[in-house]
């Protein structure tokens, strides 16, 4: 603190480390390497926000008058972005900017992503699995080792699985008949309490923010950071970086104050980790005579290949209590179709029957049982137009017989599916805005059309009214930025190497779901998390 | 139903607001800075036009609705003046237009008058909006508040069927359990 009241935001003055971003692969990087005793400052452009606030936090998400971006200040000038694909892109609710990152409003499921998933990838799942281990302790995971398609491990989670849910009972019944398999889901929340963070005590509101704190948010590694000597410096959105003449090295991160100065943090060492949109739009912000087409962009690829995976879902009511929206997370999954989703199943009562649609054969995908089906009765309360016992009675009427099944779908990377420039549009500081060019493509489609088919069947089995759908048409994304500063071999076509530094500069490190080759259809954050450790260690090496 | 002491201090950390097991909770919540000038509704009127308000608001099996009002509203508005602002300004609202159209307050009206001024003001379809129109902030600060309060307390879930309702910190085993185990 400078004079008590307003904290200092000039730079280090030696700094080994200056890493951009206080998210998960932000925080585990300044982590470790703050840990291993290097001197660490990270740049984070949004604020730090009160713990004791959360509470007020959740309200704002169940009450009708706050916008949904305002429960963790998104929106604005700040935040400005332009969708010019054929789909557009929701891009300020998938995101959250603030000590944390995006998982102050996460999910929080966390799984190891598959061995197939890592085919096309220059390392494989031998190479992160113990990162994949360590992540899974320093997040708290809660799991069982029930997934017969899952990759193979050794230690158990850290901590013991949530129990099954009464609605996973009633869909246990249905999916028995039909030979298809359900196991548990690896949850970044305290089925305990865990590492200072307290149990799940059933808010119910996990998605956007967790008042308890059981579920994992970034906030703690940065706190745990900061113990071990790191330095943060909150609403501090990094400008551009600056290298060196010959193109070599990252000189400075230039960030913005908010009393309008602009400082320069120096470091040894740069590690970007602003998520998969905001860290290819940092290096096309930072062009030069070096790098005209933006830095680290040799290849070209920076900002390409951007894939996201797409929701498939389908609900409706049926004649038996199915007791959602205690809590807000998901206990069960299907892995069973996600190496090969046009299989059939077979089971006393029949099966799910085979891929039988033309054109593009389906990619991978992942079933949920969903927990939190169907109207919440306090949020129907609140945006209803009765009172009383008319309202009481609609409530009763609409709890309790939901029921419904989510998944997920991965896409291909395609070139042209990018985060570019908008240089019509700025953002608060002058500079222009990220600009999504996303779309779908038939393989996509196809594969959202076969989760509905495999949902369509277990929900016919247990005698479901179907009331939705969410297909190919209807679909969005899950919000889970990759592909923009893909790994690879090859200098010429890809951004990064297999230790996470970009080909380009010796000092620059990515840490990001951004270096994904592929998308997989499994959440990201674990690997973003293991990635993140392994950027560390390769960082390390180099000081 | 009963709603419980326990229920006011549920409803009241659904709210952010974590009031000791043992708290007082005694007192009225819109007592307190100035004398209240003597064309000003006493604090014991306001509390009972907002007791009024739930009368309406809430369905007619809860009992105990007094003492979880004043309780819940004394954990809100203890250290933010802000929000006691916004709750007596819409109370003073309603009485504005109960005396225009029935020339008494609010509270001074029966049951029935009482839902026919919310009917006519047209609270039932007012997007609730703290710094909204008349309409706007009524259903924010008093109706929506007292909603809020109700279906985030344990009785007031039970009442729809879910013992645990969202912003209800009601344990992580509920969500497991059958109907009627
Ligand atoms: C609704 C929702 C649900 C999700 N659920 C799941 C889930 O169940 N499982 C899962 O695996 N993933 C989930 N995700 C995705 C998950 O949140 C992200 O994968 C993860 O947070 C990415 O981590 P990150 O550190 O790379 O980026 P972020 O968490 O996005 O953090 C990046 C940080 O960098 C900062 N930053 C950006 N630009 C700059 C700059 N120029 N200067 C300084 N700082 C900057 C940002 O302010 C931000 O704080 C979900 C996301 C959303 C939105
Ligand atoms: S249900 Fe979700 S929001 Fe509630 S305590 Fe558990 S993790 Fe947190």
Redesign the pocket.
């Known amino acids: 603190m400078t004079d008590g009241t307003t904290p200092d935001r000039t730079p280090s003055e030696r700094a080994d480390v200056c890493v ?9 990087v300044a982590h470790r390497l703050a840990s291993d005793g290097r001197d660490v400052v990270i ?4 604020e730090r926000f009160d713990f004791a606030d959360r509470t007020e936090r959740m309200e704002r998400a169940i009450r009708p008058a706050h916008h949904p971006h305002s429960v963790w200040e998104m929106g604005g000038e700040r935040d400005a972005y332009t969708a010019a694909g054929e789909r557009s892109y929701p891009l300020n ?19 190891r992503f598959r061995e197939s998933d890592f085919e096309p990838w220059p390392i494989d799942y031998r190479d992160l699995r113990p990162y994949y281990a360590e992540a899974e302790s320093l997040l708290g995971v809660a799991g069982a080792d029930d997934n017969p398609f899952g990759p193979p491990r050794e230690e158990p989670f850290p901590l013991p699985a949530f129990e099954p849910s009464h609605s996973d009972s009633v869909f246990a019944e249905a999916c028995e008949r039909l030979g298809v398999a359900m196991h548990s889901v690896p949850n ?1 929340r305290n089925s305990e309490g865990y590492d200072g963070r307290s149990a799940c005590v059933g808010y119910g509101t996990c ?2 923010v967790c008042p308890s704190g059981a579920k994992y948010s ?1 906030d703690h590694h940065v706190e745990r950071a900061e113990s071990e000597g790191a330095r943060v410096i909150d609403r ?4 551009r970086l600056e290298h060196d003449a010959a193109g070599d090295r990252v000189t400075a ?1 230039v ?1 913005a104050a908010p009393d309008g100065r602009t400082h320069r943090q120096e470091a040894r060492e740069f590690v970007l ?7 290819p ?2 290096l096309l ?1 930072s062009e030069s005579s070096a790098y005209p087409d933006g830095l680290a962009n040799s290849s070209g690829a920076v900002g390409r290949y951007f894939m996201d995976h797409l929701f498939a879902g389908m609900g409706g009511t049926i004649d038996r209590e199915t007791r959602q929206n205690h809590v807000g997370f998901i206990t069960s999954e299907c892995h069973q179709f996600y190496d090969d989703p046009t299989r059939g199943t077979d089971g006393p009562a029949g099966g799910v029957p085979e891929w039988s649609g033309d054109g593009p054969e389906p990619g991978p995908l992942k079933l949920e049982f969903l927990n939190y089906a169907g109207p919440s009765p306090v949020e129907t309360a609140l945006a209803g137009d009765e009172w009383g016992d008319d309202l009481l009675d609609s409530l009763r009427e609409s709890y309790g017989d939901s029921i419904a099944m989510g998944g997920l779908v991965g896409q291909r990377p395609r070139k042209e599916n990018r985060i570019a420039l908008d240089r019509s549009t700025t953002d608060d500081h002058g500079n222009p805005v990220p600009e999504i060019h996303w779309q779908l493509d038939d393989r996509t489609e196809a594969t959202l059309r076969r989760a509905n088919e495999i949902q369509a069947a277990i929900l016919d089995e247990l005698g479901v009214e179907v009331s939705w759908t969410v297909g190919p048409e209807a679909t969005g994304p ?4 990759m592909g923009t500063t893909r790994m690879g071999l090859d200098p010429e076509s890809s951004v990064v190497n297999p230790r996470l530094r970009t080909h380009d500069l010796r000092n620059l490190a990515i ?4 270096v994904f080759v592929t998308s997989g259809a ?8 293991a990635l ?1 450790l392994k950027a560390a260690d390769h960082v390390d090496e180099r000081l | 139903m009963e709603l419980s002491r326990r229920d006011a201090l549920a409803a009241l950390a659904a709210g952010g607001v974590t009031v000791g097991a043992t708290a007082a909770l005694d007192g009225n919540p819109f007592d307190g800075g100035d004398e209240p000038a003597p064309d000003r509704p006493s604090p014991e009127e306001r509390l009972d036009a907002l007791v009024a308000v739930a009368d309406v608001v809430y369905p007619a099996e809860v009992s105990g609705v007094e003492e979880f009002v004043r309780r819940y509203a004394l954990g809100r508005v203890e250290d933010r003046e802000g929000y006691r602002d916004g709750i007596v300004d819409a109370l003073d609202t309603l009485d504005e237009y109960a005396r225009t159209w029935h020339d008494a307050d609010f509270r001074a009206l029966d049951a029935e008058t009482r839902e026919s001024v919310l009917d006519q003001m047209a609270v039932d379809d007012a997007d609730p909006d703290p710094d909204g129109s008349d309409r706007e902030r009524v259903r924010y600060y008093a109706v929506n508040e007292l909603l809020y309060a109700l279906y985030t307390s344990p009785t007031g879930g039970e009442l729809v069927g879910i013992e645990n309702p969202q912003g209800h910190p009601g344990g992580a085993t509920s969500y497991r359990r059958g109907p009627g185990e």
């Open positions: 951009v971003g206080a998210g998960p692969a932000g925080a585990l740049l984070e452009a949004g609710a998938a995101r959250v900017k603030g000590v944390g990152g995006t998982t102050l409003h996460w999910q929080g499921m966390v799984m970044a998605k956007p970034a501090a959105p990094v400008q991160a960030y980790a602003a998520g998969g949109v905001e860290t739009r940092l912000l899950a919000f889970h930025h840490a990001s779901s951004g499994l959440n990201p954050t674990l690997t973003i998390a993140a």
